[in-house]
């Protein structure tokens, strides 16, 4: 039986956690025995999912720059699962869990890396470039990953594998607006909406949203634009921004359902005539994913992984970051031709199904776990 530890920051609802919830909850039983920790105990929105699972799940409290109280725990926690392989998701989680891997004689230790993080500053980078080293893969989810990773951590690509975030097509998939959702929200039944699922991070870019939304109302007085995302300082001011726009009455500000009443995100995407994503950076974005798998055209920016995920005029619309104006137009084409925009989302919906499973991606990640135990000529009992 191959041991697997996947060590995550946090269980919160996001898209690098929930890969990781649904690699550690795939993974072949007979196979592999994995267990999850997560270095945080305050954000456990997906423990139900592994607790559902059966999967072994533990929390480790991390506080300040570096906590050698967390490292201890950590350390012991390795220590008692004696595992084969520890996987690494999250910035948090790939430091400490790279560094107490290899001090508690881990065979194999892989970093997965989930997006193109150009917030790190100079420290970041070097603590990735002194860990590259003992790292034995780092597994990429989109070849702009890949190419970051080597050029910014000097990591060779022979030490670099893609592998696609998977999606669940069952769960995400095409139907009806929902009334009852609709009447939740305070949306008529028979509005168009444009939407983005994205959290109130900086990168994802909620201003152009409202700047967008902004000109689009006055093409078409009748629609509306849904935000889910988390709560936090970010979504108070995108509510001020939209006021001072004039959207109040035409924007709905939700809540994920990492909080009390919030929405899924498959309560929304069946609403939507077009699914927007302006972000600044991105690797595989599930959000974009999810509205595909869901048949709605999309309008994303020209960044990171996105353009490995959307075909242009196929499937959806790439646009500049920080140009309003492209998107404008590309948006306001979908709500004008209803038809051509159905096509593309039928598209998008058959792209998704032939490349980004989940079951692609947990074959992808066993024929991997057991590659790197072969060569390190470990045999697992």
């Known amino acids: 039986m191959i041991r697997v530890l996947i060590i995550v920051d946090t269980l919160s609802v996001g898209g690098a956690e929930q890969q990781a919830v649904e690699l550690a909850t795939r993974l072949n039983r007979q196979e592999f025995d994995v267990s999850v920790c997560s270095l945080s105990n305050r954000y456990l929105f997906l423990k139900k999912q592994l607790d559902k699972a059966g999967i072994r799940n533990f929390a480790i409290d991390q506080n300040g720059k570096f906590d050698f109280v967390c490292l201890r725990g950590l350390y012991k926690l390795v220590k008692q699962e004696k595992p084969h392989i520890v996987n690494t998701f999250l910035f948090t989680a790939d430091l400490y869990g790279r560094v107490i891997a290899?001090?508690?004689?881990?065979?194999?230790?892989?970093?997965?890396?989930?997006?193109?993080?150009?917030?790190?500053?100079?420290?970041?980078?070097?603590?990735?470039?002194?860990?590259?080293?003992?790292?034995?893969?780092?597994?990429?989810?989109?070849?702009?990953?890949?190419?970051?990773?080597?050029?910014?951590?000097?990591?060779?690509?022979?030490?670099?594998?893609?592998?696609?975030?998977?999606?669940?097509?069952?769960?995400?998939?095409?139907?009806?607006?929902?009334?009852?959702?609709?009447?939740?929200?305070?949306?008529?039944?028979?509005?168009?909406?444009?939407g983005m699922i994205a959290h109130f991070a900086p990168r994802k870019d909620h201003e152009m949203f409202l700047k967008v939304a902004a000109k689009l109302k006055e093409r078409y007085p009748g629609l509306y634009f849904v935000l889910l995302g988390d709560d936090g300082a970010l979504k108070a001011q995108a509510e001020n921004m939209a006021r001072a726009l004039g959207l109040s009455s035409s924007v709905r500000f939700l809540s994920s359902a990492a909080q009390d009443g919030g929405f899924e995100n498959t309560d929304i995407l069946p609403l939507l005539e077009v699914s927007v994503l302006f972000s600044h950076y991105e690797g595989c974005a599930n959000a974009i994913l999810e509205s595909m798998a869901c048949a709605k055209p999309v309008v994303v920016s020209r960044v990171g992984g996105n353009p490995e995920i959307v075909q242009e005029g196929e499937t959806g619309f790439l646009v500049d970051p920080d140009e309003p104006r492209e998107a404008i137009e590309r948006i306001a084409y979908l709500l004008g031709n209803p038809g051509f925009a159905h096509s593309m989302g039928d598209a998008g919906r058959a792209f998704v199904e032939e490349v980004f499973s989940f079951e692609k991606m947990t074959s992808s990640m066993e024929s991997i776990y057991r590659e790197l135990l072969k060569v390190k000529k470990i045999n697992p009992v």
């Open 102 to 194: 290899r001090l508690a004689g881990v065979p194999v230790v892989i970093s997965s890396q989930r997006n193109m993080d150009l917030w790190k500053k100079p420290h970041h980078i070097l603590a990735d470039r002194l860990l590259a080293g003992s790292t034995d893969l780092f597994v990429a989810n989109a070849l702009a990953v890949g190419d970051f990773v080597h050029k910014k951590f000097n990591v060779p690509d022979s030490k670099i594998r893609v592998v696609y975030n998977g999606l669940d097509s069952e769960k995400f998939k095409p139907g009806p607006k929902n009334p009852q959702v609709l009447s939740r929200i305070g949306i008529p039944g028979d509005a168009k909406v444009m």
